[in-house]
């Protein structure tokens, strides 16, 4: 149990164009979500909490309007990458919380999104 | 700001050793704490959870936390070059709701 998945796991794309990320829940509900990035030999950095229903919470120094996130539905949520630049090239990895799970919450981890901006 | 430290490594150990990871921790409100294992170019995969102080086992993995010195620690016994990773500590203090905040982790390298 416990499954999170993503979509896609591996994209290249133009500068200036935007790209899609999903991310399911696969065997239970998840009304938060969670958006990190890492660098290369960097560790995990939240970008943006994202609560179903409602406007996600984006961390200091992450351009909520470059980085959409829809939380549309209880199994799942999108991080679209507006206008894309080299820089953004990164390792993209959402997390999602058990919402029927007592206490804690741990957060399960999806497999990724390699992100290349040429 | 919070912050979660831990020694980059390499931290190389033989086969069937125990393995010694640490991490110390800032924010006093910190409530759960988490050791991930990630291997290059994988996300990482959730290894233990400790909300308490003391120690708490699982199979060949044993966490330790002490509030009171902000620090936690992960030992893993009879360690297995398949162990070879890095391991990420992190806290919340959100009880779930918040995000997760990541130490940059230690390279463990077990040597056959």
């Known amino acids: 149990g416990a499954v999170v998945s993503q979509h896609p796991s591996r994209v290249i794309c133009k500068s200036g164009t935007s790209v899609k990320i999903e991310c399911r829940s696969l065997?239970?509900?998840?009304?938060?979500m969670f958006w990190y990035r890492q660098f290369p030999k960097q560790s995990l950095m939240l970008m943006a909490t994202?609560?179903?229903?409602?406007?996600?919470?984006?961390e200091q120094g992450v351009e909520k309007d470059k980085f959409l996130i829809n939380h549309a539905s209880l199994t799942l949520s999108t991080l679209t990458v507006t206008s894309a630049h080299p820089e953004d090239s990164s390792f993209y990895i959402c997390s999602a919380r058990d919402s029927g799970a007592r206490g804690h919450g741990t957060q399960y981890f999806g497999p990724g999104t390699r992100l290349l901006v040429l | 700001q919070k912050e979660v430290e831990q020694n980059s490594g390499p931290l190389s150990v033989p086969e069937g050793a125990i393995a010694s990871l640490n991490c110390t921790y800032s924010d006093r409100g910190s409530q759960s704490f988490f050791w991930y294992r990630q291997y290059s170019g994988k996300s990482p995969e959730l290894i233990m959870s400790?909300?308490?102080?003391g120690d708490k086992e699982d199979g060949r993995f044993t966490a330790q936390l002490n509030k009171a010195s902000q620090y936690v620690s992960l030992l893993i016994r009879d360690s297995q070059p398949s162990d070879s990773a890095t391991y990420l500590c992190a806290e919340t203090s959100g009880g779930g709701a918040d995000g997760l905040t990541f130490g940059k982790g230690t390279h463990l390298i077990i040597q056959p």
């Open positions: 994202s609560n179903e229903g409602s406007k996600a919470t984006y």
């Open positions: 400790i909300y308490s102080n």
């Open positions: 065997d239970f509900q998840a009304t938060t």
